[in-house]
C-alpha cells in the first residue's frame, strides 16, 4: 500500500516529510521520493529504490541545500509499472504540477492515449502520470489549481488519494481522496497530508479525517474542504487523535511486531473494558439497538480481507456449532465484484482493522445501495474495527471498536486477536437474545 505525506508551512518541510515517510514504511515499498518547491519557487524532486534511508542519503549527497516550505512525498508499492526510480513518484509535468498518489486510475490507458495525442511526453510505465499530465492542461484554462484539480477528477475512474502542487501556486497544496484514506493535520501557521495519522504525530495531534468526494486546499493559514461533485465547500471536523508518538515508536522492542506480541493482553483488556461484567455480556456495546436487531437475524455474512477475512472463518465455525446460526464468510473483492443474492434478517458484519480498506469499504457501500432499492428494513451492517474516526464506522449501522493500538506490524497480531475476542462477544450476543 503507498503512503503519502505532504505539508505546506513557515519553514522547511523537508526533514517533517522525510520522517513521515519512515512512520509509513510500515505500509511496504519498493521505492520512495520527494518534491519541493524552493524560495524562488523552483521544483526540485529526489527519488530513490530501496529503504527510505537510501533517498536520506541521495538528500545529503546533494550539491545544493533540498529545502522547501511546501512539498510532497511518497512511498511506492508497484503496480502498474515495475519497481524503479522512474516509476517512483512524485510525477511531475512540464516542471511544473507535482502529484503523489495512492490508488489506481483504472480508465489511465485511455487517458494516457488521449494526452500523448495532445503532445504530452510519458517517463513512466505508472498510471499517476495521467493525473499529472491531466491537472496541467486544466490548468492552461484559468490557471486556477483548485479547479483544474476538480475538473480533473471528473475523468478518473478508479480509486486515489492525491497530493497536488504547483510552481505558479506556491502557497497552496490540494488533496483530494475517493476510496483511499487521506488525513489533514493541523498546526499553527502550518497543515499537512499524509495516509495515515502516524506520519504525522511529531507535529500535531488535530486531525481531519477528509472522505470520499473531498478536494481540500491547504495554505499555511487555513484549510477549506470541496465536494468533487459539486463544488460546493463542506464542513469536516477537527478531532484530536488518541494515539502519541510514544504508542508507535519501538521502545525497547526489537521490531513492531515484536512489540505487539507483547502488547495483546492489554489490548484484550481494552478491547473487553466496558463491554462486560463479572456474568454477562453488555449487548449493547454494539450499539442501541442491538439487542432489537439481534432477535430478528437469521443468519450471518461477513466480509473482510487478509487477517480479518481468517479472523471472519474463525467466526464461522463458532456460529454453526455453537448456537446452529448460518454463518457465510467471504473476501470482500470477490463480494464486491459479483451478482449476489442479499436475504432478508441478514447481519453483514464488515472487519477491518484500519476502517479504509476499499474492497471492505466498497462492499458496503453496495450492501447499503441494495438495501435502499429493495427495500430491505431486516439488512443491517456492523462494522469491527480498530479506528474510531474510519470510513467503515461512518458508513455501517453498528460499529465495535477494539481498541487494539495502533498496528504497525505487517503482520497482525493485536488486530487478530481483539477480532476474535469481539466475534466472539457477537457470538455470545446473538445467543442470548
Given at each position: 500500500?503507498?503512503?503519502?505525506?505532504?505539508?505546506?508551512?513557515?519553514?522547511?518541510?523537508?526533514?517533517?516529510?522525510?520522517?513521515?515517510?519512515?512512520?509509513?514504511?510500515?505500509?511496504?515499498?519498493?521505492?520512495?521520493?520527494?518534491?519541493?518547491?524552493?524560495?524562488?519557487?523552483?521544483?526540485?524532486?529526489?527519488?530513490?529504490?530501496?529503504?527510505?534511508?537510501?533517498l536520506q542519503d541521495k538528500v545529503d549527497q546533494l550539491n545544493a541545500p533540498f529545502t522547501g516550505r511546501i512539498g510532497i512525498a511518497h512511498t511506492r508499492w508497484a503496480t502498474h509499472g515495475i519497481p524503479s526510480e522512474n516509476n517512483a513518484h512524485p510525477h511531475i509535468c512540464n516542471n511544473?504540477?507535482?502529484?503523489?498518489?495512492?490508488?489506481?486510475?483504472?480508465?489511465?490507458?485511455?487517458?494516457?492515449?488521449?494526452?500523448?495525442?495532445?503532445?504530452?511526453?510519458?517517463?513512466?510505465?505508472?498510471?499517476?502520470?495521467?493525473?499529472?499530465?491531466?491537472?496541467?492542461?486544466?490548468?492552461q484554462q484559468d490557471n486556477d489549481l483548485l479547479q483544474a484539480v476538480l475538473r480533473s477528477l471528473k475523468v478518473f475512474d478508479g480509486a486515489y488519494a492525491l497530493g497536488v502542487m504547483d510552481k505558479s501556486h506556491p502557497d497552496m497544496l490540494v488533496a483530494a481522496r475517493k476510496g483511499s484514506?487521506?488525513?489533514?493535520?493541523?498546526?499553527?501557521?502550518?497543515?499537512?497530508?499524509?495516509?495515515?495519522?502516524?506520519?504525522?504525530?511529531?507535529?500535531?495531534?488535530?486531525?481531519?479525517?477528509?472522505?470520499?468526494?473531498?478536494?481540500?486546499?491547504?495554505?499555511?493559514?487555513?484549510?477549506?474542504?470541496?465536494?468533487?461533485?459539486?463544488?460546493?465547500?463542506?464542513?469536516?471536523?477537527?478531532?484530536?487523535?488518541?494515539?502519541?508518538?510514544?504508542?508507535?515508536?519501538?521502545?525497547?522492542?526489537?521490531?513492531?511486531?515484536?512489540?505487539?506480541?507483547?502488547?495483546?493482553?492489554?489490548?484484550?483488556?481494552?478491547?473487553?473494558?466496558?463491554?462486560?461484567?463479572?456474568?454477562?455480556?453488555?449487548?449493547?456495546?454494539?450499539?442501541?439497538?442491538?439487542?432489537?436487531?439481534?432477535?430478528?437475524?437469521?443468519?450471518?455474512?461477513?466480509?473482510?480481507?487478509?487477517?480479518?477475512?481468517?479472523?471472519?472463518?474463525?467466526?464461522?465455525?463458532?456460529?454453526?456449532?455453537?448456537?446452529?446460526?448460518?454463518?457465510?464468510?467471504?473476501?470482500?473483492?470477490?463480494?464486491?465484484?459479483?451478482?449476489?443474492?442479499?436475504?432478508?434478517?441478514?447481519?453483514?458484519?464488515?472487519?477491518?482493522?484500519?476502517?479504509?480498506?476499499?474492497?471492505?469499504?466498497?462492499?458496503?457501500?453496495?450492501?447499503?445501495?441494495?438495501?435502499?432499492?429493495?427495500?430491505?428494513?431486516?439488512?443491517?451492517?456492523?462494522?469491527?474495527?480498530?479506528?474510531?474516526?474510519?470510513?467503515?464506522?461512518?458508513?455501517?449501522?453498528?460499529?465495535?471498536?477494539?481498541?487494539?493500538?495502533?498496528?504497525?506490524?505487517?503482520?497482525?497480531?493485536?488486530?487478530?486477536?481483539?477480532?476474535?475476542?469481539?466475534?466472539?462477544?457477537?457470538?455470545?450476543?446473538?445467543?442470548?437474545?
Amino acid at each position: 500500500m503507498c503512503g503519502i505525506v505532504g505539508g505546506i508551512a513557515e519553514r522547511n518541510v523537508s526533514p517533517i516529510l522525510m520522517e513521515g515517510l519512515r512512520r509509513l514504511e510500515y505500509r511496504g515499498y519498493d521505492s520512495s521520493g520527494m518534491a519541493l518547491l524552493d524560495d524562488i519557487n523552483e521544483l526540485h524532486r529526489v527519488r530513490s529504490l530501496g529503504k527510505i534511508q537510501q533517498l536520506q542519503d541521495k538528500v545529503d549527497q546533494l550539491n545544493a541545500p533540498f529545502t522547501g516550505r511546501i512539498g510532497i512525498a511518497h512511498t511506492r508499492w508497484a503496480t502498474h509499472g515495475i519497481p524503479s526510480e522512474n516509476n517512483a513518484h512524485p510525477h511531475i509535468c512540464n516542471n511544473q504540477v507535482a502529484v503523489v498518489h495512492n490508488g489506481i486510475i483504472e480508465n489511465y490507458q485511455s487517458l494516457k492515449q488521449k494526452q500523448l495525442a495532445q503532445g504530452y511526453r510519458f517517463t513512466s510505465e505508472t498510471d499517476t502520470e495521467v493525473v499529472a499530465h491531466e491537472i496541467h492542461a486544466e490548468l492552461q484554462q484559468d490557471n486556477d489549481l483548485l479547479q483544474a484539480v476538480l475538473r480533473s477528477l471528473k475523468v478518473f475512474d478508479g480509486a486515489y488519494a492525491l497530493g497536488v502542487m504547483d510552481k505558479s501556486h506556491p502557497d497552496m497544496l490540494v488533496a483530494a481522496r475517493k476510496g483511499s484514506p487521506l488525513v489533514i493535520g493541523i498546526g499553527i501557521g502550518e497543515h499537512f497530508i499524509a495516509s495515515d495519522v502516524s506520519a504525522l504525530l511529531p507535529v500535531t495531534q488535530n486531525f481531519i479525517f477528509l472522505e470520499d468526494g473531498d478536494v481540500a486546499k491547504l495554505t499555511r493559514d487555513k484549510v477549506e474542504i470541496y465536494s468533487a461533485a459539486t463544488g460546493e465547500v463542506v464542513e469536516r471536523p477537527v478531532k484530536q487523535s488518541s494515539l502519541n508518538i510514544t504508542s508507535v515508536e519501538l521502545g525497547e522492542h526489537r521490531h513492531y511486531m515484536h512489540k505487539e506480541i507483547f502488547e495483546q493482553p492489554q489490548a484484550v483488556i481494552d478491547t473487553l473494558e466496558g463491554r462486560i461484567t463479572q456474568d454477562q455480556v453488555l449487548v449493547s456495546s454494539f450499539g442501541p439497538k442491538a439487542e432489537q436487531i439481534f432477535k430478528t437475524v437469521e443468519q450471518i455474512h461477513i466480509i473482510a480481507c487478509g487477517t480479518s477475512y481468517h479472523a471472519g472463518m474463525v467466526t464461522k465455525y463458532w456460529m454453526e456449532d455453537i448456537i446452529g446460526l448460518p454463518c457465510q464468510v467471504e473476501v470482500a473483492s470477490e463480494f464486491r465484484y459479483r451478482n449476489p443474492v442479499i436475504l432478508n434478517n441478514t447481519l453483514f458484519v464488515m472487519i477491518s482493522q484500519s476502517g479504509e480498506t476499499a474492497d471492505t469499504l466498497a462492499a458496503l457501500h453496495q450492501i447499503n445501495h441494495y438495501r435502499k432499492v429493495h427495500d430491505l428494513d431486516g439488512i443491517t451492517s456492523l462494522s469491527i474495527c480498530n479506528v474510531a474516526e474510519s470510513s467503515l464506522t461512518r458508513d455501517a449501522d453498528m460499529t465495535y471498536l477494539t481498541h487494539a493500538g495502533p498496528e504497525i506490524g505487517v503482520a497482525s497480531t493485536k488486530s487478530f486477536t481483539t477480532q476474535l475476542v469481539v466475534l466472539a462477544l457477537l457470538l455470545t450476543s446473538l445467543g442470548k437474545v
